[in-house]
């Protein structure tokens, strides 16, 4: 099991969450996505590995930009 948290800035609402979590969503293999625009953290959970450059470029496509911590 894998689990990554990553800080997404320019989230401000439950829209915000949800644009990402769809983007998030569309990546293989993800079991759990947990986003708040109040902390402006995104964890992901997985099986395997996550890929980080994959998770990046969602959070990109969803219009926000994101590190992981």
Not at 30 to 35: A, G, H, K, L, P
């Amino acid at each position: 099991m894998s689990q990554r948290e990553y800080q997404v800035t320019g989230m401000t609402c439950g829209h915000c969450e949800l644009s990402v979590r769809e983007e998030v969503a569309q990546l293989g293999g993800v079991d759990v996505i947990d986003v708040s625009a109040a902390s402006g953290r995104l964890t992901v959970t997985a099986p395997a590995d996550l890929d980080d450059a994959g998770v990046l470029a969602a959070v990109e496509e969803a219009g926000y930009s994101a590190v992981r911590v």
